[in-house]
Every structure is written in structure tokens, then in C-alpha cells.
């Protein structure tokens, strides 16, 4: 369904003003690739924890990034909506609208809780829908995240000690008076599975490029050159570079490739047949994965989510040129899945350290938990303080030491 505003949404002859609630479909709000991935990948959560939860895709058309062939495979059905500028910082108006979830808090989105606020008691108004934020994904600058989504009636963190930064955020923003659910975790970022079953079969092996990492092309060739070494090793495996998006796609992109793989590989005289490119969803890749290997890439959590051995390279040439090699490094010094070159030729993959998980990783309830921080600002009304920093936590980041001030944050 495409709309320019709410109002054909909700005031239609076939659509009654005022759906009951388990009627009101929860808004996923995209417009690139990294927002749609999101999209789909809580659309799954939310249908698992409750599978007659009504879901709508939402496309934001001023900040459309995404090519023909991106909509189509990722979502073949097309958006349930489309709404511009005006129309999405309207959507609070607009009563069928359950909840909003989203990857990235667009300007129409805070503005318009913003102009609540200025309003008195805008955001107390009864059947509006709530906004819920999570991060674009792992983000290794997170403050002005954070501090983005300090607006929203729900945020969801991750990693678990982020959680603490994002209070004191708060605490130093001046503590805005609303209630604000805090949770934790990641689509993106769900606690692993077992091995796959047939994983003992696999053969593929597949490298998770990222776009703007390695920075620079003898960087870019030192990676195809240690791709090439292992196709050719193992002449009985397939190895895939998945790429994140064809050459010349996304040039509108917040990330644009500069030296792509495909133009790169066409230099070399002798490709061994073995290596191939691909741009498969990410999920057909896990499904076949024998090993993932990335420098930069966050599809790392995606790989260990799904139990496929991962190997995190980051010695390549010229990676001190590279700004997301030191923080990659950081945040997975302690995850025993970063390798040296001699590792990741003879794909020696090592087990991943528990105690990173238990701070990365969410349960799979995740779901639930965002229907659960739903529920919960439906019910807000009397925990409303205009004279205090009121925050609900979730009782599982209670029970860890986590809670509300007062309880014991941890250190």
C-alpha cells in the first residue's frame, strides 16, 4: 500500500478510524539497505514471539537509497507504505499506528516528539504510537547515537555496558521528564545457535565485504590476494565474495564504495575459478557458509548469531589509513574470533569467547521484548514525572545489576 499521508491510512471506507489494538500493525520505517535489513530481520522476531502481530513496512521516499533490484529481493511484496517527509513526521497523528520501530530515528521522527514536548503534555496524549529505537547496528562511535535517540519512548542498546553510557547521556542531557523504556539487544545481534547441522558437509567459504574498509586499494588488493591463495588451496571449495551492493548501486549511499571488488578482481590475469562474487541476501549466505570471514564488517555478528565459524582479519596493508580497524579491534579483542594472516590461510578458526558473547549477544525473545516495551508505554499513564528522570527497565537488565537508578548500575 502507498500513501502520502496517515489520514488514507486511517480513514478509509474498508479501514475503521480507530482499529482495535490487536489490529494496529507496528510501522518498520526503512530506506536504505542497513534499515531494510533491520526491518526484515524484526518483522521475523516480532512474527515469532507473536505470530498475529500485524506488521506494515514503511519506506521514508526523501532518504530512498535503495536500487530496483535491492526492493525486489529483499522485499519482493514492495512496501505496505510510502511516506515523505511531511507524512512520516504526521504519523504520530495518526491512531492505527500501534508502534513505530526503527534502525535509525529520522529527523521527521524526532521533530515531531519534540514538538510534543514543547507542547506541555503532547506526549501523554492517549492511542499515539510509540516510538521504539534501536542502533543502526554495532556502531564503534556510539555517543551520537545515543544521544539521537534520547528522544524516543523505547531505546534498545547494545553492548550490555553501553547501556550505562546511554544513561549518563541522558543523565547529562538534563534528564528529559518522560518515561523511557530501556532495553537491550540487536536483531542483528541474537544469541548463537548451535552449529549447523550439516555444517560438517559445507564446503563455501564466504568473505563479508564492507564498503568503505579496507580505505585503500593496495588494502583491497592485499584481501583479494589472500582470497586468491585459499580458492586456490582449496580448489574444492567455492569462495564468495558477497558484496554488499553492485558497483554504481547505492551511489547515494551514507557509505560509498570507492574501489569495488568486482573492478579490482579484473586486473588479475589468473582468478582461479573457484573464487566468485556474489550479492546474495545475507541470510541465502549463512545458510551455505562452511567459514565467514570479514576485516570490518558487522556481518561477523551475523555469522557467529548463526553458529557458522567466523574469522575476523584486520592486518591487511595499509589498515592503519583505515578508521574502523582500531574500534573493530576494541570491540573484538576478547572474542577470540580476530586471526592472523596465517590463520585465515589455513582457515584455522578458533571458538568464541562466552563471557563476549553474554555482553553482545541478545536472547532470541527479543521480540517479545520489544511487544513487552509496547505494552508497557501503553501503560504508562500515572508514571508520567515532569519533576524526575524517569526510566523503565527491563526486569532481566534489572536482575543483572543493570536497573533503575538506585538499584546498582554495573561497572
Not at 526523501?62 to 504526521?90: C, F, Y
Not at 553510557?165 to 518522560?178: D, M, T, V, Y
Not at 541476501?281 to 551455505?288: D, P, S, T, Y
Request: glycine share 6%.
Amino acid at each position: 500500500m502507498s500513501a502520502d499521508n496517515m489520514d488514507e491510512f486511517s480513514q478509509t471506507q474498508h479501514t475503521p478510524v480507530d482499529l482495535p489494538k490487536g489490529q494496529q500493525p507496528v510501522l518498520l520505517v526503512f530506506s536504505d539497505d542497513s534499515t531494510l535489513f533491520f526491518a526484515r530481520l524484526m518483522r521475523d522476531l516480532l512474527k515469532s514471539a507473536a505470530p498475529d502481530c500485524p506488521v506494515a513496512f514503511c519506506l521514508y521516499s526523501d532518504e530512498n537509497t535503495l536500487s530496483e533490484r535491492q526492493i525486489t529481493t529483499l522485499l519482493p511484496e514492495g512496501p505496505d507504505l510510502v511516506l515523505d517527509r511531511k507524512g512520516l513526521h504526521a504519523v504520530f497523528e495518526n491512531r492505527n499506528i500501534r508502534a513505530i520501530v526503527t534502525s535509525r530515528v529520522y529527523a521527521p521522527l524526532r521533530n515531531a516528539l519534540k514538538d510534543m514536548d514543547k507542547a506541555g503534555q503532547g506526549r501523554l496524549r492517549a492511542g499515539r504510537p510509540c516510538l521504539i529505537s534501536f542502533l543502526g547496528g554495532l556502531d564503534f562511535f556510539p555517543e551520537r547515537g545515543l544521544r539521537h535517540r534520547l528522544v524516543s519512548d523505547a531505546v534498545f542498546v547494545f553492548p550490555r555496558p553501553d547501556i550505562k553510557l546511554f544513561k549518563e547521556i541522558r543523565r547529562q542531557s538534563g534528564g528529559a521528564g518522560f518515561w523511557q523504556h530501556v532495553g537491550f539487544g540487536h536483531p542483528a545481534a541474537l544469541a548463537p545457535k548451535a552449529p549447523p547441522a550439516d555444517l560438517h558437509s559445507r564446503k563455501d567459504i564466504y568473505f563479508f565485504a564492507q564498503a568503505i574498509s579496507p580505505k585503500s586499494r593496495a588494502g583491497r588488493r592485499h584481501l583479494l590476494d589472500a582470497l586468491i591463495a585459499i580458492a586456490e588451496r582449496n580448489p574444492e571449495r567455492d569462495v564468495y565474495i558477497k558484496l554488499r551492493h553492485l558497483p554504481g548501486e547505492n551511489a547515494q549511499h551514507l557509505h560509498v564504495e570507492k574501489y569495488d571488488y568486482p573492478s579490482l578482481l579484473k586486473k588479475y590475469s589468473n582468478v582461479p575459478p573457484n573464487l566468485k562474487l556474489t550479492a546474495c541476501v545475507m541470510q541465502e549466505a549463512l545458510e551455505k557458509a562452511a567459514i565467514a570471514i570479514t576485516c570490518t564488517s558487522t556481518a561477523a555478528l551475523d555469522a557467529m548469531s548463526e553458529g557458522v565459524p567466523t574469522m575476523i582479519y584486520l592486518d591487511y596493508v595499509d589498515n592503519f589509513l583505515d578508521p574502523l580497524n582500531a574500534p573493530m579491534r576494541e570491540v573484538f579483542k576478547t572474542s577470540g574470533a580476530i586471526v592472523t594472516l596465517e590463520e585465515l590461510l589455513f582457515l584455522k578458526t578458533r571458538p568464541v569467547n562466552p563471557a563476549w558473547v553474554a555482553d553482545m549477544f541478545a536472547e532470541r525473545s527479543l521480540g517479545a521484548d520489544v511487544l513487552d516495551a509496547i505494552e508497557a508505554f501503553e501503560g504508562r499513564e500515572g508514571q508520567y514525572d515532569t519533576q524526575s528522570d524517569t526510566l523503565h527497565d527491563t526486569e532481566a537488565e534489572v536482575s543483572r545489576g543493570i536497573g533503575v537508578e538506585g538499584q546498582g548500575e554495573r561497572t
